[in-house]
Every structure is written in structure tokens, then in C-alpha cells.
T-cell receptor
Framework: ETGVTQTPRHLVMGMTNKKSLKCEQH?????MYWYKQSAKKPLELMFV???????ENNSVPSRFSPECPNSSHLFLHLHTLQPEDSALYLC?????????????????FGPGTRLLVL | DQQVKQNSPSLSVQEGRISILNCDYT??????FLWYKKYPAEGPTFLIS?????DKNEDGRFTVFLNKSAKHLSLHIVPSQPGDSAVYFC????????????FGSGTQLTVLP
């Protein structure tokens, strides 16, 4: 397996459910990202993990909870979501030179998880 | 307020002709610009980039032009091929508060055979 993989590819959940999205990168990178893409809107950065430490949280509601157990895996735990959270959730990774330094120029994306909240 | 804007949601071009996709930005701290291509059911893939110290970067059929004074960049694809049909995202980054990638909303390119 190469590149960035995401599971599941599609997910339908009710507002009271708890589910998790998984991302795995096979590129040896040390930074990972969660993005949200709603229809006809730009990709919105949600979270950044740099050397397994969360370095960015773009005012994301607490019903989204990220977890980065190691530099190859990233999870997004979901609970009590709202219908407006329905979107494509994309994971990406990059190779950072040093922690806290300038961010890498190129990110590599997974195929995304299409989430529908009923 | 969007800092990276792609004002054309869609563009149709005849096969063999030139495709020109445009992008405008507002943040003066941006100093690196990228184009990503996205097919349905796939994640965005990196296509080409340009640093603010240059005004042109070419890679095969793809050329990116940067006009810093106008805060405008464009992606030229020539000749266009049906396989180029995809959504193209412009992205920008810089330093400090602009250190993370900021994306435009994308332009759907359709190349007609």
C-alpha cells in the first residue's frame, strides 16, 4: 500500500452515533492534517499534527476529536454530529523539516471519507 | 472572507486548445502557490507550484504564471486533453499566520473531445 489511505470511504451516521475516521500514510512523513470540504467551498483546514503533537486547531467544534497515536496514523472521532457536518473529510501528510519550523510546501492527500449525517 | 478566490466555478474547452484557470489572492504574506487536481472519488493531487521569486514555472503541458502586483496567478494547460477534466484547486501559503495552505473553491475543467 502506498500513499495516504482513508477508511471508511463512505459513512452514514445518525446525530447520536459515535464513529471514527482513520487515516494512514505510508510515505514516512511526520506531519498529518484533517481537512473538511463542503460542496462548492474551499478545503477548510481542521487540525494539524506535527511530530505527533497537535499544532493547529482551527476553531473546530468539540464534537470532532482528533487523535494521532504515531506519525503514520491519524484518527478523527465523531460524536453527536449535526447534518451540516455532512461533507468530504480529507486527510493529508507532509514532511516537515523541523517541528515548529516553516511548513512543508507539498501535502499529499488521501481519497477522503464522504460523510452523511442524518 | 476568502483569501484565495477562484471566480470561475467551471470551464469548458475543446480538446487540443488551451485551458486557462485563474486564481486571485488577497494576503500579501503568501509567497508560495500551488495547483492541485482532483478527480471524483479521489483526493487532490499536487500538480505544479511557483515561488514568489519567480513569475513563471513550466512542467510539460502545464505552466503557472504569477503576477504579484495584481495578486493573480493562472494555470495554462496546452494542449488540453480529455483526461485533464477534473476540479483544479489553487492554494497558497506563506509564513507566520499564513503558514498553512489556504485553498480556493476550485474550478471544474471539462475538456471536450
Amino acid at each position: 500500500e502506498t500513499g495516504v489511505t482513508q477508511t471508511p470511504r463512505h459513512l452514514v451516521m445518525g446525530m447520536t452515533n459515535k464513529k471514527s475516521l482513520k487515516c494512514e500514510q505510508h510515505l514516512g512523513h511526520n506531519a498529518m492534517y484533517w481537512y473538511k470540504q463542503s460542496a462548492k467551498k474551499p478545503l477548510e483546514l481542521m487540525f494539524v499534527y506535527n511530530f505527533k503533537e497537535q499544532t493547529e486547531n482551527n476553531s473546530v467544534p468539540s464534537r470532532f476529536s482528533p487523535e494521532c497515536p504515531n506519525s503514520s496514523h491519524l484518527f478523527l472521532h465523531l460524536h453527536t454530529l449535526q447534518p451540516e457536518d455532512s461533507a468530504l473529510y480529507l486527510c493529508a501528510s507532509s514532511q516537515e523539516v523541523v517541528s515548529g519550523g516553516p511548513t512543508a510546501r507539498t501535502q499529499y492527500f488521501g481519497p477522503g471519507t464522504r460523510l452523511l449525517v442524518l | 472572507d476568502q483569501q484565495v478566490k477562484q471566480n470561475s466555478p467551471s470551464l469548458s474547452v475543446q480538446e487540443g486548445r488551451i485551458s486557462i484557470l485563474n486564481c486571485d489572492y488577497t494576503n500579501s504574506m503568501f509567497d508560495y502557490f500551488l495547483w492541485y487536481k482532483k478527480y471524483p472519488a479521489e483526493g487532490p493531487t499536487f500538480l505544479i507550484s511557483i515561488s514568489s521569486i519567480k513569475d513563471k514555472n513550466e512542467d510539460g503541458r502545464f505552466t503557472v504564471f504569477l503576477n504579484k502586483s495584481a495578486k493573480h496567478l493562472s494555470l495554462h494547460i496546452v494542449p488540453s486533453q480529455p483526461g485533464d477534466s477534473a476540479v483544479y484547486f489553487c492554494a497558497a501559503k506563506g509564513s507566520g499566520s499564513a503558514r498553512q495552505l489556504t485553498f480556493g473553491s476550485g474550478t471544474q475543467l471539462t475538456v471536450l473531445p
